[in-house]
């Protein structure tokens, strides 16, 4: 096996003419042209060869699936993580039977707006059934820059939890204060998309389907969204009213939303960010809310 290879390589230092008179199999065998550097074979072989495109395309899209996919992928798993958690407190209140239990139906929908599974839905109902007895707690917290949290948890170890809670907010610039609660109410809420709809519009929505506010914000990906805010008992009448004048309803649920807002500036905006982001990776974090506005 040996002698073929030395003659290989002593045809590749003699000119391409010679070798293929001498080895005429070894020319159909070249890279093509587009990986050979404009010099050509006659050049030092520290500086032959560059690699083609199309074998870098396998490193690269290797990079963006590891780099960006892999991330969305957690991400997705740890929000159907919390859907589940969700369901269990739902059940855990008024029992496995959607149309009986409207939190729970509400909740459902949401699961279904994200693109959750139906087999991991209702893996989700069986096993709240079935769980362990566990408490739900809401934690009073204060972040960067002044702003209110509250974090809801669901856990079978009081203690263990909220030591957790209390380390990650010593870590990331906030500390549990009392009275945080008060700057937030429970209110229904119905969330459409917001485009091409101007802000006379969305208060005429508003009146019509007897929803008491409405508010602007975005998704993930920054389309626009918004938000009809109504009281607990009005959520089905204010998202069913919405959808006969035709709008599409992304969610309705019962959330915790803040009475007044906390501007933060940039820094403290993203401190606050990586705070939350903390406290959601934690296990026994349902939710978190805030009361966070960014400064203008």
Known sequence: MAAPVLLLLRALRSPVSAASSRFPSLEPVLPPSSCVLSSGWRTPPARTLQLCPALCAGHNKWSKVKHVKGPKDEARGRMFMKFG???????????????????????????????????????????????????????????????????EVLTDNNSRTHQEIKRLLNKNGGMLSDGARHNFQRRGVVVVPGQNITTERALELAIEAGAEDVQETEDEEEKPLLQFLCDVGDLNKVRASLKELGMEVLSAGLEFVARTHAPLDEDHLDAASILIEALNDCPDVVRVWDNIQAHS
């Open 85 to 151: 958690m969700m369901i269990r407190i739902a059940v855990k209140e008024g029992g496995s039977n959607p149309e009986l239990n409207l939190n729970l139906a509400h909740i459902l929908e949401q699961c279904r707006s994200k693109n959750m599974p139906k087999a991991s839905i209702d893996a989700a109902i069986k096993s709240a059934e079935k769980a362990k007895p566990a408490s739900q707690h809401m934690f009073e917290a204060r972040g960067p820059g002044g702003c209110l949290l509250l974090v």
